[in-house]
């Protein structure tokens, strides 16, 4: 279970962090202070401060932070230290191209790949074939699957995300534009491109400076 004292805006920063150190560690960099990375991340130091402050000491007054060390440290905490399973779960457009998707990279593999069109099902998408959502159940319990992307619409989204709890899967990744519920111990994180422009056009009529979170 997540720790409760960890809030949620803390992890995203640990997402900015660790690709900040990511780059750091590509360019030769081994050590860097908290207002350079505070720079690299867009917060403050104090802020980086706290927010590591959460899991450990990492740092040294006056010294800064072992690049490596805190890159590995953060790669742990946010369970990025081994390859995760996932499944996509609606394959129109916005499915087919995550599927193709480069950016998995090490750290993600996309092990199947559902729709409801029998037109769909066989295709060849992400270097898998698409099969029927019947198959679901079995293709989590056999591949591993943890991790759901769905990609259906909006009055699709909770049965499908019913249908992804009941056979095991514990993290969802919700593309569809819905509020979506799921049982304790089940973890959803949505993506709403409309929300992300409604915030833009907000900003932009204020006139007032936003800030990606």
Do not use: C, H
């Not at 150190?21 to 202070?33: F, P």
């Amino acid at each position: 279970m997540a720790n409760p004292r960890i809030p949620s805006a803390t992890v995203t920063r640990l997402v900015r962090y660790l690709r900040a150190l990511e780059d750091l560690d590509q360019k030769g960099v081994e050590r860097v202070s908290s207002e350079q990375l505070a720079e690299a991340a867009g917060v403050t130091a104090f802020q980086v401060r706290k927010d590591l402050s959460y899991f450990g000491s990492y740092g040294t007054r006056g010294v800064g932070y072992a690049v490596p060390f805190l890159k590995r440290e953060l790669r742990q905490i946010l369970g990025l230290d081994r390859r995760w399973r996932l499944a996509i779960v609606g394959m129109g457009r916005l499915g087919q191209a995550l599927a193709d998707y480069p950016g998995f990279g090490e750290r993600f593999a996309l092990v199947g790949f559902f729709d409801i069109d029998p037109a769909k099902i066989g295709q060849k998408v992400g270097g898998g074939v698409i099969e029927p959502l019947a198959a679901l159940p079995q293709a989590v319990r056999t591949r591993a699957i943890e991790i759901g992307v769905v990609t259906v619409p909006r009055e699709a989204a909770q049965e499908v995300v019913n249908r992804l709890v009941q056979a095991g899967v514990r993290g969802i990744l919700n593309f569809a534009p819905a509020v979506v519920e799921t049982p304790p111990g089940v973890w959803v994180e949505s993506v709403d491109f409309l929300a992300g422009l409604t915030r833009l056009t907000y900003f932009v009529t204020q006139e007032v400076e936003g800030e990606w979170i």
